[in-house]
T-cell receptor, first 115, second 112 residues
């Protein structure tokens, strides 16, 4: 199993450019999510999905779009990049239980810089 | 709403010292509790977890006990190593909720 994979590992964008961060998992997990990690801010949830065709907003969704057309893939789109979106982005997946989200598996992260 | 509070870092210790990182939570029901660790340049990975009161999670010499009476899940290790230098996150999930709540993380530095 590859687990959770993310591409690219590093990216530099200019203000106003668009791009898609890719995330894929091969564990058949229902739940997938995107976080951003900034110094001193911990992890902040951007968007999440509990299954194919279902997405919802997290704590900081503005400026980001997601879709979940398959169980395996959960891409994150930046439509018009801004310097405030400079951050490290993590994708995570987990199975769902009646008692809540199970252990989350994280990808290695994408370090994004917006100039 | 649910929340997780953990001690602010950085925490700096000498090798072989005893470690405690405090974590307290607020939740409406009966959450599952987790500790995640993030090594430099990597994503988070699960260190240990506990799903009900009085459960003790343990892994790699780390332990944490789910204390419902004090709403706490403190992380402990008897003798830390330089390789334990990382950022540690306390987290919780609840049944019927679609989110996992993370604390802000505690950076740990172990000096040789």
């Amino acid at each position: 199993n590859a687990g959770v994979t993310q591409t690219p590992k590093f990216q530099v964008l200019k203000t106003g450019q668009s791009m898609t961060l890719q995330c894929a998992q091969d564990m058949n997990h229902e739940y997938m999510s995107w976080y951003r990690q900034d110094p001193g801010m911990g992890l902040r949830l951007i968007h999440y999905s509990v299954g194919a065709g279902i997405t919802d907003q997290g704590e900081v969704p503005n400026g980001y779009n997601v879709s979940r057309s398959t169980t395996e893939d959960f891409p994150l789109r930046l439509l018009s990049a801004a310097p405030s979106q400079t951050s490290v982005y993590f994708c995570a997946s987990s199975s769902l239980r009646t008692s809540g989200i199970n252990e989350q598996f994280f990808g290695p992260g994408t370090r994004l810089t917006v100039l | 709403g649910d929340s997780v509070t953990q001690m602010e870092g950085p925490v700096t210790l000498s090798e072989e010292a005893f470690l405690t990182i405090n974590c307290t939570y607020t939740a409406t029901g009966y959450p599952s509790l987790f500790w995640y660790v993030q090594y430099p340049g990597e994503g988070l990975q699960l260190l240990l977890k506990a799903t009900k009161a009085d459960d003790k999670g343990s892994n790699k010499g780390f332990e944490a006990t789910y204390r419902k009476e004090t709403t706490s899940f403190h992380l402990e290790k008897g003798s830390v190593q330089v390789s334990d230098s990382a950022v540690y996150f306390c987290a919780l999930t609840e049944g019927g909720d679609d989110k996992i709540i993370f604390g802000k993380g505690t950076r740990l530095h172990i000096l040789p």
